[in-house]
Every structure is written in C-alpha cells, then in structure tokens.
DNA sequence: TGTGTTACCGATACCGGTATCGATACCAAG
DNA sequence: CTTGGTATCGATACCGGTATCGGTAACACA
C-alpha cells in the first residue's frame, strides 16, 4: 500500500509514458491510444493515483470552487440553503467553501477576502447589505457574485431571493384582510437580521395604511429561537391581554409563541404569524400563518447560476431571480 | 479601480522590488527592511493584492484546508457540528469545505475521492461505519481522520462523539428506573441512520435484561421529521393505545410525538424520549426526554484536532474523545 | 517511391507562489 | 586596510499539473 500521495509523474513513469501522455489518458483526451490509456488508467490504480486538484487549478486558472458566506447555521434556513446549493452543484465537478459571518459585518469581510484568495469561479453572499469596502472587493474580483435570499437593495451581480419588504406587507394585508385588528410583534436581533428587520417595517407600513398600529411588542437581543419566541410571548400576553394577532420575526419565534399559548391554556383566538415555512410550523398543534420562503430552490438557482455563468455558451440568463412566498395557514 | 487578479510578480514590480522579497514583505518575514516592507504594503494595497492560496499551498505544500462530511443538512444536528467546525477553526488560517452525502456511502466515497484530490490538511467524517475502499482511502491520504459523532466501532485515526449504543442503553434504564413499563418505538430510516438504529439496538438490550420488549413500534422510511413524527404517533396511538412511554430515533420525531398527544389532547401520562437536546425539545409545552449530545463540542473539538495534529510540536493528544449524553425531562 | 494526412506522443513553458542558497553592502573589529 | 559578521535582497529551482507546439510513425494515395 503506497502511503504517500503519487504524481502524476509517477503514474507516468509506471505506465511508461510521459506526464503529458498521462495526464491526457486519465483526462480522456481523444488523442491517445487505447492501449496507452489502459495503461496508464492501471498504472493510477496501482498508485492510487488522486489528482492534485491545487495544480489543476493553478495550471488550468479555473477553480472548480463555489463560495458560499451565510450569517448563521443556528437555525434550519441557511443549512436549506447549502443543502440546495450542494445538490445544485452536483455532478458538476465545483466543491462549495463555506464560511459563517454570524451577522457580523467585519467578519463578513475577512471571510470573503480569504475565500476569494483560494480563486473561487463564484461567490455567493447572503443579502444585499454588505459595507462598500466588501463592495468593492467583491467587484473586484470580477467572478460573477450572487446574492441570495434578499431582493430589497441593488445587487452587484447576481440576485435570487424575495423581497422582505413585500413579504411583510403581503402578510399584513392578509391578517387584516382575515378580520385582525390588535397587532403585537415578537423579534429579536433586528439590528443584525435586517431581513427580518424589513419585513417588519413592510408590516408597518400596511398598518399604518390601514390606520392601525403594533399596540405591543417584545424586542430580544440574542438571536432567535423557539425558546426565546415563547419567553417573550409569555411576557406580552401578561402584559397586554388583548391582542388578536402577533407577528413574529420569523416561525421558530412564532412556534414559541404557539407553545407559551398551549401552556398558558388560553382559549382566546390569537392567531399568530412567521416567517419561512418551516416544516415544523406545519406540524405544530396550533396553526399559525407563515409565508413560505423557497429555501432550497433558492440555493439551487445560485448555483445553477454559479455553473451556468461561467459556461462558455452562457444564454443570457437574468440577473434577478424574484420568488413571492406563498402564504398558508390563515383561515 | 484594477479588475483584474494582480499577482506577487506585479506587486513587486510597482515596489521595484524582486518577487522574493515582496513575498517575505508581505509574509512579514523578519529579514526584510521597514523601508522596504511599507514599499511593498502599499504596492499591494494599491493593486488589491489578494493572494493566490492555490500558488501558496502547491508551492508550500501545505493546504490549509480542512475537509468534512456530514451525511444530511436536513434537521438542526449537522449544521450545529458544522458551526462548531467553524468555529474552531476561526483564526487559524483554515478553511472548511464541505460534501453532504445524503446518507449514501457511494456518494460519500466519491465526495470524499474529491475532498482529498484538494489535498486537505485534515478530513472529518462523520460516523464510524464507511466500506473497506473508503476506508482504504482515508488511510491512504496520510493526513489526520477524523471521524465524528460516533464511538461504536473502530476507528481510523481520531474520534470525537459517542456511544449512541450506550446512549439508548442509558435511556432505557433511566426510564425504566422512572417506573416506565409498556414502550413503543418510532423512527425512521433506520437503515441509513445507523447511530438511530444502534441506539434503538441499546434501547432493547436494556429492555430485554428486563424481561420486557416494545410493544409496538413504527417505522418510516423518509428522513425523520416533525410531522413524521406526529403522524406516525397518531398511527400507533390508535392502534395500541396503552403505552405509557415512546422512544424516538431523535427529537424532531419527538417533537412531533408530543404534537400528536397535544392534538389528541390525551391525558394519560405517556412519556416521550427522544435524543440531541435540541434547543426545540427544551421548549416543548409538554416535557419530553433527550439525550443532550454536545454537537457544537464535538466540531469543535474535532477542529482543535484538525488543527492541533499537524501542528510541529503536537503534543500526544488522545486519540479518543468520549462525550457522555446527559439525560433530561424524566421526572 | 514520394508525399500528405492523421494519430499519437513528448518537450517545453508556464500558472503564482515559496525554499534555499548565494550575493552584496555596510559596519565593527583587528 | 583587511577581515568577518550581519542585514537585506535576488536568482533559481521547484510544487504538480495543463497548454501548446512540434515531432515521429503509420497509413493512404498518387
């Protein structure tokens, strides 16, 4: 068993040709001999022959690596996301690289400088809020740069994603549309997730359309969680008895919410609403409305377009790729 | 504004220095003079000089990358190791790429056949359960494995996790020392998610020294979920309807376990066990009990040992590191 | 037999960095 | 003035592949 890592110049040696030759053989180049090619095809397997795909790379000045800059894995949405990333991607030959910014601006910063120093063929960023000074570094890095998850804002490149701002909006007139009145909101962390922080001014906006308002609301600083959604939901119902409808910062938030509702025994009609589709919000014993957010299909697209963008024959695909949630669970 | 890739070559130039020397600039290597190093800073900084990791490591021979497996990003538990990765390994320099396998060992072989040809400095996988070739594989790269999540088996090189068959043996004799008789069972897939099936394995063995056995059990064959969860309990409950505890492959299908008593609203005293400890089953409105097995310890530790291993002066770390799962929610 | 063509293969020059060794300049000591 | 040491820098050879071009042999055809 050959323990260390063979070249190709080893392959090459065993089968008794050159490193060129070699190197056509196991590439399936049409110009060598099928006799050579077996050979040197026997000669890999016997060395174990992997391929050095940092030479490929540096030779070839194609990377075959997809970047990927999430916020957060701390709840199941982004995870979606690499998960239809990845299947995008399949088959394909590109590697994703991923890197966590925990919402953190500076760290966001330094992830991407250094993905981008690996020479990836494309890069996919969450949001379209990013500081000029990462702006910058990511125009200049001139691959394309894909911006998922987020539309309200002006892409570099690239966008796929929905629009908060809308989807806020879009479920606020649904709500009301259903006969709610007494809005109260439960979010947290709005200074860093501003995608949640737009769907809650979209929200605003329709009230104040309608002449109504949030008359409550519990604001928390960590990041959400199921958790956290129950403990300020507890908070507001002691507080302030007598709303209809609470709008969550999204649906772990609002699954809490459902919970400190189930314990608390309440028997008035509050209906609550998230935001994402989550499975689990479709499981819950008590229905609450969501908007469903094509987590996996977005990745999916920002992949196809990493791979497709980058074909030679590339057809002039759109820039933007606009998805509406649909809204479930309102009766 | 330079669009282009700027390399060392031209840095150099712009300094009017060598190549060499603009690289120890940059490296901050200590022959190099102040006067000199500012030169080549601001050369670099002028022209966005990024770096090429590709040139470094092929020339350095040495990647920087660590490399990871994780068979599913479809519940909380993988992402939650994967953040626990990122974090380790922040400031190092490395870098994680990532392959998910869906719980396909042929798609894992070939996701972890493309990982190596990165030559990665590291590779962590998870679970102890791979073929011989993959195996072969791993032992051939001859750089640290390893492997996550699971003790039960023999391992490669390095292993983080644990005893997923002791974790169901621990459960079962907790729950029985809680009074608990007549058990059910619900998972899924079990033929893929191989720790399930040996906690399920532990689960019995305990049953069985006690003269006692399930009673009932259902299994999907879907990944679990919440609503696979919930709606196989409501099968089972209206089947067999005396249980008075149900063991879970894991929390979400817990979770949803708990969903379907809420919905029922039974008022026998069935108890739920389930196994993670997500942040979800703490927040349940109806008490269930888990296993907390420490996910985001786990990536971390297994990224101190991606990185500690290769490091000059590794002290003799052990080989093993056994986390034991501490139960809650049996009163 | 001479001449193209085609099929196959190898030599060489890169890709963008780093390791290594040697060169130069400058200064202190003898 | 010579010698030696130190600080600073550059030339060169790689790392492991691929692109490119040129060479050789075999075959078809005139």
Redo the contacts between chains.
């Keep these: 068993?050959?323990?260390?890592?063979s070249t190709l110049e080893e392959v090459a040696a065993v089968a008794g040709v050159s490193k060129m030759t070699a190197s056509r053989a196991l590439r399936g180049a049409p110009d060598v001999s099928i006799k050579t090619r077996d050979k040197v095809l026997q000669a890999a397997e016997r060395l174990?022959y992997?391929?050095?795909?940092?030479?490929l790379?540096?030779s070839s000045q194609r990377?075959d690596l997809v970047a990927v800059v999430v916020p957060?894995?701390?709840?199941?949405v982004?995870?979606?996301v690499?998960?239809g990333i990845?299947t995008g991607l399949e088959g394909s030959?590109m590697?994703?690289?991923?890197?966590?910014s925990d919402y953190d601006v500076t760290k966001e910063r330094n992830i991407i400088?250094?993905?981008?120093?690996?020479?990836p063929s494309a890069i996919i960023v969450t949001g379209l809020d990013q500081p000029d000074e990462t702006v910058?570094?990511l125009?200049?890095?001139?691959i394309p740069v894909i911006q998922i998850m987020d539309l309200d804002g002006t892409p570099i490149d690239f966008n796929v994603g929905l629009s908060h701002g809308k989807a806020g909006e879009e479920m606020a007139s649904a709500l009301i549309a259903a006969g709610r009145k007494r809005f109260g909101y439960i979010g947290s962390a709005l200074d860093r997730d501003l995608r949640a922080a737009k769907r809650k001014a979209g929200f605003e906006r329709v009230l104040h359309e309608n002449h109504l308002a949030f008359i409550g609301q519990r604001l928390g600083d960590t990041l959400s969680?199921?958790?956290l959604g129950?403990y300020l939901t507890h908070q507001l119902l002691s507080a302030e008895p007598s709303f209809d409808c609470i709008y969550y910062s999204n649906d772990d938030m609002a699954?809490?919410g459902a919970?400190a509702i189930?314990?608390a025994s309440r028997t008035d009609d509050i209906l609550m609403a998230g935001f994402n589709g989550l499975?689990?919000a479709?499981?819950?014993?008590l229905r609450i409305a969501t908007s469903r957010s094509p987590r996996r299909m977005i990745g999916e697209v920002a992949a196809r377009l990493a791979l497709g963008s980058m074909a030679p024959d590339a057809p002039s695909v759109s820039k933007i790729t606009a998805f509406v949630p649909e809204i479930t669970g309102i009766v």
Excluded: C, Y
């Excluded at 590697?95 to 966590?100: K, M, P, R, T």
């Excluded at 125009?139 to 001139?142: D, G, M, R, S």
């Excluded at 479709?282 to 014993?285: E, G, Y």
């Design positions: 068993m050959h323990t260390h890592k174990n992997l391929g050095n795909r940092l030479a790379s540096l990377t957060s894995m701390s709840n199941i982004f995870p979606e690499l998960a990845s030959g590697q994703a690289v991923f890197g966590i400088r250094d993905m981008l120093s690996w020479r910058r570094m125009k200049n890095a001139a969680s199921v958790g129950k699954a809490g919970f189930i314990e499975e689990l479709a499981a819950l014993p």
